[in-house]
């Protein structure tokens, strides 16, 4: 079957889906929730895969708000698992995982239906992943089962660059508890034990390894609990460490270095200290075939695919996991030039506008006034070129007088 038809038949299947995408995107971008907390978000894309005949299962426990849903898959095809994302940051969407959630839930939809229709030997599979932002979800779902027979998967997620190619370091949190003994600052100091202060010399020891860290060494502290009065020597402390690296051999070790630390301050002020560790993320490692075809996908958009150089907005994400584990892509896609997790960026990653990129003779752009009566924005620039400076104020009198 000829390639041209399928991607003509997916672009009309999306521009007749626009509406619907933009309002799972708007509805998940106004009601931010934080990891394993996105009751709102399961529960709309359990609705919007089941009332296109799709099953749907959520997990347990932990997992209630991860799901994972099929439709009436044949045995010997391919499954193909398409994946979102819909935690927020205590900020909100700033790391655009409302444009995830909405384009992997459509794009399973309409695999889907294109599947069935031209009789492809493949099953779509959804994939809802919670607590990507630093609660490894994904990782919590592989080791669920929920992954279990899933041939390829991939997502989009939005960045400041298209792009197929990723890396990305293994990360982890330590968490640091020290507990010491209070006492008065002024009338008896010595006879506390100063939780505070092996807190901030865990990060001094830990600031003088800093010379002797390999390249793309990422070592964060935070201080999250110091005391509760100026006066009383601290009887607890709390310190957070962010700890990341591009190799995963080399991330152990860095994580061994900075609980030595801990522990010997522990020692040194006479407190003791509880560790814990969060999920280990693992560098990305995408699949060489799935790049070259979402390349071929994004180019046959208009998009313009740059290189993944190291020094690219490097983070991590548990999608590394899951190309550790089986052949899958974390590709980015141009939406703005702003940085992740930031607010600029939570802002682009919201709809308080539409812009109609082409206007001419052959693309009346009519599917404009659905979605702006859906999503209840207004329609701010039209685009009657091919460039940026093409692109002028929307007039609502003129639009109607040329669409008729």
Request: charged share 20%; with cysteine.
């Amino acid at each position: 079957m000829e390639r041209d038809l399928l991607f003509r038949e997916a672009q009309r299947l999306v521009d007749e889906a626009a509406p619907q995408i933009l309002a799972v995107s708007r509805d998940i971008f106004t009601h931010p929730e934080l990891a394993f907390h996105e009751e709102h978000a399961a529960a709309l894309l359990e609705q919007t895969v089941t009332a296109q005949g799709f099953a749907a299962r959520r997990g347990e426990g932990e997992l209630h708000t991860a799901l994972r849903a099929e439709h009436a898959p044949a045995a010997g095809n391919l499954n193909i698992a398409f994946i979102s994302e819909y935690d927020a940051l205590p900020v909100g969407h700033a790391c655009g995982h409302n444009l995830i959630a909405a384009s992997g839930v459509y794009a399973a939809l309409i695999f889907d239906r294109m599947a069935k229709n031209y009789n492809l030997p493949a099953n779509s599979i959804f994939l809802g992943t919670p607590a990507e932002e630093g609660g490894g979800g994904k990782i919590k779902m592989l080791d669920a089962g929920m992954f279990d027979g899933v041939d390829y998967a991939m997502m989009i997620h939005p960045c400041d660059s298209t792009m197929v190619e990723d890396w990305s370091l293994a990360g982890q949190t330590l968490t640091f508890r020290f507990h010491g003994r209070s006492a008065h600052c002024a009338a008896s100091p010595w006879l506390g034990a100063n939780a505070l202060a092996a807190a901030t010399e865990t990060v001094n020891m830990v600031n003088a390894w800093r010379s002797q860290f390999k390249d793309y060494s990422r070592v964060f502290p935070n201080i999250t609990h110091g005391g509760e009065a100026t006066n009383v020597i601290p009887d607890f402390a709390e310190l957070k460490y962010n700890v990341r690296s591009d190799d995963v051999n080399y991330h152990k070790e860095l994580v061994a270095i900075v609980e030595r630390c801990a522990r010997c301050a522990a020692d040194a002020f006479g407190v003791t200290v509880e560790t814990s560790r969060t999920f280990a993320y693992a560098p990305v490692a995408n699949s060489p075939v799935l790049e070259q075809y979402m390349g071929e996908a994004f180019r046959l958009l208009g998009e313009t695919v740059i290189p993944r150089y190291r020094d690219h907005g490097i983070g991590s994400t548990d999608m590394g996991n899951v190309t550790q584990r089986l052949p899958a892509i974390h590709g980015h896609l141009y939406l703005a030039s702003e940085n992740t997790h930031t607010v600029a960026f939570r802002e682009a990653a919201g709809i308080n506008g539409i812009v109609l990129t082409k206007l001419d003779g052959t693309a009346k752009g009519g599917i404009v006034v659905a979605i702006a009566q859906e999503l209840r924005v207004p329609v701010k620039f039209v685009g009657v070129g091919e460039g940026i400076n093409d692109l002028k104020p929307f007039d609502a009198k003129e639009f109607t007088a040329d669409l008729f």
